[in-house]
């Protein structure tokens, strides 16, 4: 039985045309894909919704990964951090999209569409979704855990 990763995938307007590119590569690479919009790169949107809305599928188990693409790749990683057991991480190379995954663990990946070309942005991300996340840091990542726990106890 071949178990298929599901990628959940998000973006503002000003990131569309780059998340409608890497859903291609997904799809190309045999990831099944939950697009959660938005649909168009004209009508304006607010980041804030579709970052927490990865962040909610991924957390919630709908999804195992999520990748998540505004302008510059920076609030939708904020917003998609607010949801308690996401990682989101921006990432604008190669390097930094294999440490993303290896070193912080990260389960979502945040690029921005006017920032990135075609080809870095694509080779950055199969790089995150071929890195494996490493062991030694997950002491690391247990405290960002904790985090998660008290600010969710403080009602923050």
């Known amino acids: 039985m071949v178990v298929v990763m599901r990628i959940a995938m998000g973006s503002d307007h ?41 962040g909610r599928a991924v957390v919630s188990g709908e999804a195992e990964l999520g990748v998540a693409c505004c302008g510059s ?30 070193h912080n663990h990260a389960n979502v990946l945040c690029m921005g569409g006017r920032l990135m070309g075609p080809v870095v942005a694509i ?17 690391r990542i247990e405290k960002l855990h904790k985090l998660d726990e008290v600010l969710a106890s403080e009602g923050k």
């Open 73 to 102: 790749g920076i609030g939708i990683a904020i917003a998609a951090n607010k949801i308690p057991g996401i990682r989101a991480a921006v990432v604008h190379d190669v390097t930094s999209g294999h440490l993303a995954r290896e």
């Open 123 to 139: 080779e950055s991300m199969e790089a995150w979704l071929n890195a494996t996340p490493q062991p030694r840091h997950q002491g």
């Open 14 to 54: 000003a990131g569309y045309d780059l998340k409608t590119l890497l859903k291609a590569s997904l799809l190309g690479w045999g990831y099944d894909v939950l697009d959660l919009g938005t649909d168009s790169a004209t009508e304006p949107v607010d980041y804030p919704d579709f970052g927490a809305a990865v």
